[in-house]
């Protein structure tokens, strides 16, 4: 049978969000930002350098080392008219996106194209690097929206982007990048490049908290999920089961799935990290029954069969199995999970966030872990002047 609901809506999953709440600058040091926190249904307040005290003993905190590339380029044709391209997903020579950060010479990206009608097929724009050195763009698919990027240094795709690019800040916070959000828009553990956006709950973080966290013998582990564009897309339609879900590339590693088999308590690192945990349940599902693609799709765990679904640990093995059997360290899959109310929790018991705009698919997914509670969470985070959105403050969600 299936358990996918017929209608949700949208109506149910808003809140006003006055703009002066919306944080457009980070603060001065990243853990001095406020904590609200939820355990058991009770609201308390904090900060964030505080949250070692909160996090339980034992437990283990699955962080997302994400980095986010510079994907924003701009090209000024000859007749003075501005060009933006939004660099979204990879095609070739490698649809992998730590790969494609790695390609030298040329490489083609699905993008989003700023003044697209100024732009024709036929011509190419070039943006001067170093060195006399030029990066040459030009459209392959118009329709699509595909871009092939040539550039005739040796230089990997990754720091032509450096050279060449701006961090993709979200459209809310409506200023232009300062040489402090190169840092500030990057979690300290960062390391594999290939998100467009931060995933902002690991913004917080700095040394001396993980440090703090680690004396309680609270343990840390990272994958990878390189957060899209999607996450800024709103949901524009009343039923929120028709929004289209973009797909995000994960990384999951043998490691990864050994820690989670010896952990009992696992507290995820933002929204990111728990889609990617919980896309990896799912997996070990598809596994289970013979299929090998590591794709999830929007409604997958609803839409499924059910019956008797496996335990946490069934499904875990089930990946780890398969990794050892084709000789892996790792894998990558792509899940366009959707999570939202009714949808059971399978591996995360804990989840780090910032405060979501209303009507997201982000706010779906924290009423889905919290329940009803949610208003209650943002009405109190409002009425203490907690600040919203990625340079916002953080939320620490334990509901048992």
Known sequence: ????????????????????????????????????????????????????????SGACLIFNNTRVIPARLFFVKDTGAL??????????????VASAMLVKNTC??????????????????????????QLKVKITDRQQQLVEFTWDSNEVFVHVLEAAGKIPLPPYINREVTFEDQERYQTVYSKFEGAVAAPT?????????????????VDFDYLTLHVSAGTFQPIKVDNVLEHAMHSEQVVVTLENI?????????VSVGTTSM????????????????????????????????????????ALEAVK???????????????EIFIFPGYKFRICNGLITNFHLPGSTLILLV???????????????????????SYGDSSLLLPS
């Open 1 to 56: 049978m299936k358990n996918t609901p017929t209608e949700i809506s949208l109506n149910d999953y808003t809140y006003n969000l006055p703009e002066e709440k919306i944080a457009k600058e980070p603060l001065k040091e990243r853990s001095d930002s406020k904590l609200l926190t939820y355990k058991n249904g009770i609201l308390g307040h904090d900060v964030f350098n505080n949250i070692a005290e909160h996090i339980p």
């Open 83 to 96: 060009i933006e391209i939004f660099l979204l997903e990879p095609l070739a020579p490698t649809n992998e």
């Open 108 to 133: 083609v990206w699905k993008c989003m194209i700023g003044n697209l009608k100024k732009w024709k097929e036929d011509q190419a724009l070039r943006l001067e690097l170093h060195d006399g050195q």
């Open 201 to 217: 709950a690991g913004l917080h973080f700095d040394d001396k908290t993980l440090e703090s966290l680690s004396k309680k013998k």
């Open 258 to 266: 050994n820690t989670l088999l010896s952990k009992n308590f696992i």
């Open 275 to 314: 889609r990617t945990l919980e896309s990896l349940y799912w997996y070990g599902v598809k596994l289970i029954n013979g299929e090998t693609e590591f794709f999830i799709n929007k409604l997958y765990p609803y839409d499924h069969e059910a019956g008797v679904l496996p335990s946490k640990s069934d």
């Open 321 to 335: 199995r398969y990794l050892i059997e084709k000789s892996l360290t790792q894998i990558t899959g792509q899940t």
């Open 367 to 389: 009423a889905a872990f919290i329940g009803e509670d949610w208003r209650e969470v943002y009405k109190k985070a409002i009425a203490n002047d907690y600040r919203f959105l």
